[in-house]
T-cell receptor
Framework: GDSVTQMEGPVTLSEEAFLTINCTYT??????LFWYVQYPGEGLQLLLK?????DKGSNKGFEATYRKETTSFHLEKGSVQVSDSAVYFC????????????FGKGTKLSVKP | NAGVTQTPKFQVLKTGQSMTLQCAQD?????MYWYRQDPGMGLRLIYY???????DKGEVPNGYNVSRLNKREFSLRLESAAPSQTSVYFC????????????FGQGTRLTVV
């Protein structure tokens, strides 16, 4: 079935360091791709998305590019801040009436001042 | 703009007790979901409902039942709680189509002793 593989954490970085969190998805169909973020004690919220190949989603300094040839959607940020400490989830959505809303296992990011 | 509202936020149950987690959304979404989140396991889908009047099992349905009462509301019931059901539960909703984002409630932290 459909699945997503996400880089395991936890990831600990110093403030202003470069961040990459890898995400790959299964290539059955043509999903839209999402990154969600979960701050401590909260539910998930959308960080960014891309709906077709070569699209780049961006928000709050984070970016991810839809790479169909490598079935990947890696999350990057050039300079992380303490406030970026959270859990990040990669989520392909294959659509359809079956509710194919699946998530990676999440990557916990801790940013130290 | 309430979005997705879950109640209660916290609950402690004794083994064998029953309870219902309530979820309501005000975005006129067709699809609704219940997930559980455990350390190191990411989000696992319990049940989902692609439209009013339909429900389907997800990855971990055993020990749970759901009701899609109307388009707005989707409840999750534990008939006889077990310690293995100690978890954080999230309700989510989304529109149709692969490009639509999911909206999450704040979560219910359930402890079964």
């Amino acid at each position: 079935g459909d699945s997503v593989t996400q880089m395991e954490g936890p990831v600990t970085l110093s403030e202003e360091a470069f961040l990459t969190i890898n995400c790959t998805y299964t290539a059955t169909g043509y999903p839209s791709l999402f990154w969600y973020v979960q701050y401590p004690g909260e539910g998930l919220q959308l960080l960014l998305k891309a709906t077709k190949a070569d699209d780049k989603g961006s928000n709050k300094g984070f970016e991810a590019t839809y790479r169909k040839e490598t079935t990947s959607f890696h999350l990057e940020k050039g300079s992380v801040q303490v406030s970026d400490s959270a859990v990040y989830f990669c989520a392909p959505n294959y659509g359809g009436s079956q509710g194919n809303l699946i998530f990676g296992k999440g990557t916990k990011l801790s940013v130290k001042p | 703009n309430a979005g997705v509202t879950q109640t209660p936020k916290f609950q402690v149950l004794k083994t064998g007790q029953s309870m219902t987690l309530q979820c309501a959304q005000d975005m006129n979404h067709n699809s609704m979901y219940w997930y559980r989140q455990d350390p190191g396991m990411g989000l696992r889908l319990i049940y989902y409902s692609a439209s009013e009047g339909t429900t389907d099992k997800g990855e971990v349905p055993n020990g749970y039942n759901v009701s899609r009462l109307n388009k707005r509301e989707f409840s999750l019931r534990l008939e006889s709680a077990a310690p293995s059901q100690t978890s954080v539960y999230f309700c989510a909703s989304s529109g149709r189509g692969a490009g639509t984002e999911a909206f999450f409630g704040q979560g219910t932290r359930l402890t079964v002793v």
